[in-house]
Structures are given as structure tokens and as C-alpha cells.
């Protein structure tokens, strides 16, 4: 008993000694007073309005956009201008306004009866009321599949699955209101990224799996990974010169903002994207290791940790295909521009858009493999002293 109990305020202490870090590092970083986008992204009287598509209309302008050039760089005579006609929600204005589409949008489907949304600009400087396409209206279908989501975790994982979920949006609000509100006022990015992933994990795992020895070596070893993972992304990204500059949202901020430096976006979206791989692998290889220790109560240190490797490894292969198939996932639009233009696959790899991809792949991967035997010592380490009495 006394070696549970002084297991257990040891553990205590050290995840403590963890959390009051991560608190002093974001109170240190946290963002105070108005950020650099606020005047630069706010036109006077600029409103989303909605509505619904009654029809639509394809027309032909001159070419004379850079977007509108051929491969062989000449200007075509003629590009696609699509149009829609917009039934407005609400009163007030006009009841319907004709707006200009992207010809990808409406290739890729946009008929009468979508609900839509634009931006309607007054009128201004002698210019008339103008209305602008944004996008499709994506609140309802989004909602349904939301709370789909929601209900099938709740029935399936009970009251686990409703502590998930109140994670989720733990973890949602620590980046909404601390990570790119920092971000915006150029913080240091590894250390909000950090601090923000330890407290929130401090948090959710204990919120989602009990407090316990098992989850304690399981936070431990997540917190371990994301050092590991800081570490070698922040070699990684100024190795490979990677300024998230092929990401037209990225390069988007920096236009409105002036300030914020690409590069820490970059960090801070490499280290996010690691910490769900890491807290899935690490609750697993915890698990592990006591399933092990209750099939086989007499094993030891190294018989624990042997078994629970067993188990690591192929959760480590399994998990590092899972990431770099997301990642190619998410990355296939830009794969399909590179095919298209036919470069030799080693130009690809070494484009900006790709080597990211890549880099966070290897970040990942590297993470991941530290990751699986220290949060397996962590747990044969733990499980062994709790039952070192009984011995």
C-alpha cells in the first residue's frame, strides 16, 4: 500500500510540476489587446447576406486575368463567366440580385434551389451596391451531420463518449481563443503550441479516461511526444525552407495582417496535427500494458514492457500509413496540378505544397516512434510498483 501511495503522489507531483508549465507558459503568451487583423479586414458596412439560386447562366468574357492563362502562357480569347441568379433572404434591398461564379463552382455543381451566401457591399465613393458570391450555404446539412456525429458517439460510447466530445470542444476553444489569437500577435509558436496541447491533454484524457495510474503514464507519454515532435519539426521546417507560402490562405493573412510570420503557422499546424496521433497511441500502449499485467500478474518490468512493445509496433506501422494516407488525402488537389504538368517525381516532392506533406509525415513518424516505448516504459514502470507489495 505504501508504495501505491507514494506511486501515486510521485505521479502527482510530476504531472502537476507539468501543468503549472504549461499555465505559466500561456499566461505568458496569452494575447492581450486588439490584433493586427482587426482594422485591416473590416470594410464599412460589408454584410453576409443568403439566399437561394432560382437560375443560372453561362456566359463568355475576354481572358485577361493571370488565373485565366493557358499552360503555354498565352491569353485565351474567350473564358467561361458564369453567372447565378440569387433569391434574397429577409427584408430590405433588392428580392433577387445576379451574381458572378467561379467557373470551378459551377462545374462542380450549382443549380437552382442551393442555398448560397454573399457579401453585399452599400453603396459608396459613387459606386452602386454591389453583391459578391462567398459560398454555398452549408449550415443545415452541416448541422444534420454534426449532430449525427454526436448521437452515434453518445450511443456507442457512453459516458466516455460524451467526455470525448466535451473535449472536442475543449480543445476547439483553447484554439479559437488562445492558439490563433496568439499566433496573430506573432507569440512564440512551439511554445503556444506546446503549452496549449499539454494543458488541453491535461484536461481531456483525464475528463475522458479517469484519473488513474494508467492515464497519468499515458499523459506522460504524450507530453513526452510533443516535446519530441517540437524538437524535430522546428529542425524539419527551417531545414526545408518551409514558409507555408503555397497555401493561399496563409498568404491571405499575412496580406491582411502585415506581420504574421508563415513559418510559425507552419510549426504550430505541424504540432496540432501531431497530437491526436500521439494521444491515440499513447491511451493505446497504457491500455496495453495493464490488459498484459491482468492476463499475466506475476510479469515484471521487462516482460511488461516486451508485450506492450509487441502490440506498439504494429500500432506504430499501422498508425504511420493512417497518417501519411490522410496527409496524401488532403494534399490530392495539389498532386493532381503537379501530374498535370507532368514534373519528375523528385521536383514534386521538393515542391513547398508537397514537402510539407512530407515533413509532417516524417515529424509524425518520428514523434510516434519515441512515443511508443517511453509511454510503454512509463506503464510497465507504473503497473509494477503499484503491485511491487504484492511480490
Same mark, same amino acid.
Given at each position: 500500500?505504501? #508504495?501505491?501511495?507514494?506511486?501515486?503522489?510521485?505521479?502527482?507531483?510530476?504531472?502537476?510540476? +507539468?501543468?503549472?508549465?504549461?499555465?505559466?507558459?500561456?499566461?505568458?503568451?496569452?494575447?492581450?489587446?486588439?490584433?493586427?487583423?482587426?482594422?485591416? #479586414?473590416?470594410?464599412?458596412?460589408? !454584410?453576409?447576406?443568403?439566399?437561394?439560386?432560382? @437560375?443560372?447562366?453561362?456566359?463568355?468574357?475576354?481572358?485577361?486575368?493571370?488565373?485565366?492563362?493557358?499552360?503555354?502562357?498565352?491569353?485565351?480569347?474567350?473564358?467561361?463567366?458564369? !453567372?447565378?441568379?440569387?433569391?434574397?433572404?429577409?427584408?430590405?434591398?433588392?428580392?433577387?440580385?445576379?451574381?458572378?461564379?467561379?467557373?470551378?463552382?459551377?462545374?462542380?455543381?450549382?443549380?437552382?434551389?442551393?442555398?448560397?451566401?454573399?457579401?453585399?457591399? *452599400?453603396?459608396?465613393?459613387?459606386?452602386?451596391?454591389?453583391?459578391?458570391?462567398?459560398?454555398?450555404?452549408?449550415?443545415?446539412?452541416?448541422?444534420?451531420?454534426?449532430?449525427?456525429?454526436?448521437?452515434?458517439?453518445?450511443?456507442?460510447?457512453?459516458?466516455?463518449?460524451?467526455?470525448?466530445?466535451?473535449?472536442?470542444?475543449?480543445?476547439?476553444?483553447?484554439?479559437?481563443?488562445?492558439?490563433?489569437?496568439?499566433?496573430?500577435? !506573432?507569440?512564440?509558436?512551439? +511554445?503556444?503550441?506546446?503549452?496549449?496541447?499539454?494543458?488541453?491533454?491535461?484536461?481531456?484524457?483525464?475528463?475522458?479516461?479517469?484519473?488513474?495510474?494508467?492515464?497519468?503514464?499515458?499523459?506522460?507519454? #504524450?507530453?513526452?511526444?510533443?516535446?519530441?515532435?517540437?524538437?524535430?519539426?522546428?529542425?524539419?521546417?527551417?531545414?526545408?525552407?518551409?514558409?507555408?507560402?503555397?497555401?493561399?490562405?496563409?498568404?491571405?493573412?499575412?496580406?491582411?495582417?502585415?506581420?504574421?510570420?508563415?513559418?510559425?503557422?507552419?510549426?504550430?499546424?505541424?504540432?496540432? @496535427?501531431?497530437?491526436?496521433?500521439?494521444?491515440?497511441?499513447?491511451?493505446?500502449?497504457?491500455? @496495453?500494458?495493464?490488459?498484459?499485467?491482468?492476463?499475466?500478474?506475476?510479469?515484471?518490468?521487462?516482460?511488461?514492457?516486451?508485450?506492450?512493445?509487441?502490440?506498439?509496433?504494429?500500432?506504430?506501422?499501422?498508425?504511420?500509413? #493512417? +497518417?501519411?494516407?490522410?496527409?496524401?488525402?488532403?494534399?490530392?488537389?495539389?498532386?493532381?496540378?503537379?501530374?498535370?504538368?507532368?514534373?519528375?517525381?523528385?521536383?514534386?516532392?521538393?515542391?513547398?505544397?508537397?514537402?510539407?506533406?512530407?515533413?509532417?509525415? @516524417?515529424?509524425?513518424?518520428?514523434?510516434?516512434?519515441?512515443?511508443? *516505448?517511453?509511454?510503454?516504459?512509463?506503464?510497465?514502470?507504473?503497473?509494477?510498483?503499484?503491485?511491487?507489495?504484492?511480490?
Amino acid at each position: 500500500m505504501e #508504495t501505491t501511495r507514494a506511486l501515486r503522489r510521485g505521479l502527482a507531483v510530476v504531472v502537476a510540476a +507539468v501543468l503549472v508549465a504549461a499555465v505559466v507558459g500561456i499566461a505568458l503568451t496569452w494575447p492581450r489587446g486588439p490584433g493586427p487583423a482587426t482594422a485591416a #479586414t473590416s470594410v464599412a458596412g460589408a !454584410q453576409t447576406v443568403r439566399g437561394d439560386v432560382t @437560375a443560372t447562366r453561362m456566359l463568355e468574357c475576354r481572358g485577361e486575368l493571370a488565373e485565366d492563362r493557358l499552360p503555354d502562357g498565352t491569353l485565351p480569347d474567350t473564358v467561361e463567366c458564369p !453567372q447565378a441568379t440569387v433569391a434574397l433572404a429577409g427584408a430590405g434591398g433588392p428580392a433577387e440580385v445576379t451574381v458572378s461564379v467561379p467557373p470551378a463552382v459551377y462545374r462542380g455543381g450549382l443549380a437552382a434551389g442551393d442555398a448560397v451566401t454573399l457579401t453585399r457591399y *452599400p453603396a459608396a465613393d459613387g459606386l452602386a451596391e454591389t453583391y459578391v458570391w462567398v459560398d454555398f450555404d452549408r449550415r443545415v446539412p452541416l448541422a444534420v451531420v454534426v449532430g449525427a456525429f454526436v448521437l452515434v458517439t453518445v450511443l456507442v460510447g457512453r459516458r466516455r463518449g460524451a467526455a470525448a466530445l466535451v473535449g472536442l470542444g475543449i480543445g476547439g476553444a483553447a484554439v479559437g481563443f488562445y492558439l490563433l489569437p496568439a499566433l496573430v500577435r !506573432q507569440e512564440d509558436p512551439v +511554445v503556444v503550441s506546446v503549452c496549449a496541447a499539454t494543458a488541453v491533454m491535461g484536461v481531456v484524457l483525464y475528463l475522458t479516461h479517469g484519473v488513474s495510474v494508467r492515464t497519468t503514464a499515458a499523459y506522460l507519454g #504524450t507530453v513526452a511526444g510533443l516535446l519530441v515532435t517540437a524538437v524535430v519539426a522546428v529542425l524539419a521546417v527551417d531545414a526545408n525552407h518551409l514558409r507555408g507560402l503555397d497555401d493561399e490562405s496563409s498568404t491571405t493573412v499575412t496580406i491582411l495582417t502585415g506581420s504574421v510570420d508563415l513559418r510559425g503557422v507552419v510549426l504550430a499546424g505541424t504540432l496540432v @496535427a501531431a497530437l491526436g496521433i500521439l494521444n491515440d497511441v499513447t491511451i493505446t500502449q497504457a491500455s @496495453a500494458v495493464w490488459e498484459v499485467r491482468a492476463a499475466d500478474p506475476g510479469a515484471g518490468f521487462r516482460a511488461l514492457f516486451a508485450s506492450g512493445m509487441r502490440v506498439g509496433r504494429d500500432h506504430l506501422a499501422s498508425t504511420v500509413y #493512417t +497518417v501519411a494516407f490522410a496527409y496524401a488525402g488532403a494534399a490530392l488537389p495539389t498532386l493532381l496540378l503537379l501530374h498535370l504538368y507532368a514534373q519528375p517525381v523528385g521536383d514534386v516532392l521538393a515542391t513547398s505544397a508537397i514537402a510539407g506533406e512530407v515533413v509532417r509525415t @516524417a515529424v509524425g513518424g518520428i514523434s510516434l516512434a519515441v512515443t511508443v *516505448p517511453v509511454t510503454t516504459a512509463f506503464a510497465a514502470a507504473a503497473i509494477g510498483a503499484r503491485t511491487a507489495r504484492a511480490r
